[in-house]
């Protein structure tokens, strides 16, 4: 007989199995490329000439370098500014106003536009060609569209934190309202009644409450603008580079050598991302106890 | 020790043309404990909050010691409340629950944690200041959420529905302890209940509101002795209801005339009225003669501490009930005697 305790493991269990092989059978082979094994064109020793290559050769060093200081940049700036934002939308889009239905509503509405799509938003509307500045230029605020400030494929990654934002405030924003609807008011209720005033309420009753819905869902996003290239490919510029860019291009290239280096260079992301999640959680639950 | 009223208080929600609260007026002593009491939706939680200050009457004044504190927002205001479902902070510790008060404050840490100890001490829950409040029972967490109102040193507690979640054991407890904090703090308390037990068991008055409309301020027995209404007299247990015509202390019914000559029921109405009289009053075979009438017994239901008899006079049905041990002389289906003492018997308008 299998006993009852068994009973909720068995059932995971052919899910487990798949997400087990999935994700250690392609790290694994990842692992193994990154260390040189391609047996389909004849490497079978494993060696740390691919890491090597990336971290520290005068040809990929600097790239590596400052593409790595920009895409942890670009990807703390993209999760945090947005997780602030989408707070303090969501604090306001719970309260009771006239336009509540239609301001939600529009809150969510890129939520199922591609990051592609939102990029090539941005060029259209940002970019020193785009809408803003002709609207700019014609509205005499400035006098030739080449005037408008340079937001897009600029050096500090801004236009790509930019078009981040515009996609994650929204994702940040569904998940805070659905925290905040489902503990309702009464806690901060309490709170006042107790004394705290507006902002130790916030501090003290609001942010612990959504934090761990907070982190769970800054993770994804964090982890995520790390490790995707489209935004960063149509809006970064050549240097620096953030670095799933930087991995697509060995991966792109035609000598099959290079792909070790991209494996490389891919679990050197993973890595990185994990090590920034754990700090990240530490962080946060830390600043929620004090 | 603060003196509370409320004059014309009235809340209306919008959208909802009736009055959630409507026109309530009030007067609680300073260190009294009093009940709010009426039926679910009656605006019982409303009014705790206009004196709370987190919902803003739409008329209406409320004044601590003579003095409005409709501008005073509700954390400067010193009125706090003890909510229905406890709402102990889940990512807090117990001692870090009952401190908040003091914390926001800015009191010194040193000073809260030996606070936090006392009040912990008072309501008799030491030695658990480490714990979650989700590895507490219901009674404990109540009795922490007690804790962490008392230790801001309120002038007014608010309580709403203290006892209701509780079981019949930990009711009893919490009473005692409400009761003995309330006698050693002497801190005006208004608790929120729909239970009348629960509002006899522990307010020296209360405030009995159906529908948004105060209906009577007044002692508990005063509720079962002259309630204002048939309504009122049904929420505290009355079942007999006769419809009779008063001239003074002559009541006509169906069944014959009475005297009446309760204690305060010259203020009660006259004309078309409904006669009411509590069961436990009725006497059965009485003595003498006075008021009194022939029934007959339609079934008798043995409770243990009492036997309750329902008797059949004419086609009216009354209610009476008897204390201590059987009485085999009263079976189903004898006549019987029924008086009412005319100074038990109690009129109210007819509705
Ligand atoms: N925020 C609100 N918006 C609109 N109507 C409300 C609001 N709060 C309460 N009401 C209405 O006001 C009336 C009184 O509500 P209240 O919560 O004061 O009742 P209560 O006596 O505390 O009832 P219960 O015993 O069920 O807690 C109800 O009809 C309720 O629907
Ligand atoms: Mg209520």
Known sequence: ?290 | MTHVILSNLTKSFPGNPVAAVNTMNLDIPSGQLVAFLGPSGCGKTTTLKMIAGLITPTVGDITFDGASVLAVPPEKRGAVMVFQNYLLFPYMSVGQNVGFGLKMRGVEPKVIDRKVIEMLDLVKLPNIANRRPRQLSGGQQQRVALARALITEPKVLLLDEPLSNLDAHLRDEMRELILSIQRNLGVTMIFVTHDQEEAVLLANQIALIFDGVLQQYAAPDVFYRQPISERAARFFGGINFVPATRRGERLETAFGAFHVRTPGVENAPEGEVTLTIRPEQVVLNPADDENCTSGRIRSRIYVGTYTRYKIMIGDIEIEATRSGDIDHALNEGDAVRVGFPADRIWVVGRS
């Open chain 1, 1 to 290: 007989m299998i006993g009852e305790r068994w009973r909720i493991p068995l059932m995971l269990a052919p899910t487990l199995i798949i997400i087990v092989v999935l994700f250690f059978g392609s790290l694994g082979y990842g692992f193994l490329q990154s260390l040189g094994w391609q047996p389909n064109i004849g490497n079978t020793t494993f060696s740390l000439d691919a890491y090597a290559t990336v971290l520290f050769s005068p040809e990929y060093r600097e790239q590596f370098w400052s593409g790595l200081w920009l895409t942890i940049w670009v990807s703390l700036a993209s999760t945090f500014i947005s997780a602030a934002l989408a707070l303090m939308s969501a604090l306001l889009l719970r309260q009771t106003f006239i336009g509540k239905k239609i301001a939600t509503f529009l809150f969510q509405l890129n939520l199922p536009v591609p990051h592609l799509v939102i990029a090539i938003g941005m060029i259209f509307l940002f970019s020193q060609s785009g809408l803003a500045a002709r609207a700019a230029a014609q509205l005499g605020m400035i006098s030739t569209p080449n005037e408008f400030p340079v937001m897009l494929r600029d050096a500090g990654g801004v236009g790509i934190i930019l078009a981040y934002l515009w996609k994650e405030v929204p994702f940040f924003g569904i998940v805070l309202l659905a925290i905040l609807q489902s503990v309702g008011e009464d806690y901060e209720d309490l709170a006042r009644s107790l004394g705290a005033n507006r902002w130790q309420r916030f501090r003290h009753v609001i942010l612990p409450l959504v934090m761990p819905g907070l982190l769970s869902s800054s993770i994804i996003v964090f982890a995520f603008t790390f490790g995707t290239y489209e935004v960063p490919k149509l809006l970064g510029v050549r240097f620096p580079e953030m670095l799933p860019v930087m991995a697509l291009e060995f991966f792109l290239n035609p000598d099959l050598n290079a792909r070790a280096e991209g494996m490389a260079l891919s679990m050197i992301i993973a890595a990185i991302t994990l090590l920034i999640v754990v700090a990240y959680m530490w962080a946060g639950n830390r600043a929620v106890q004090r």
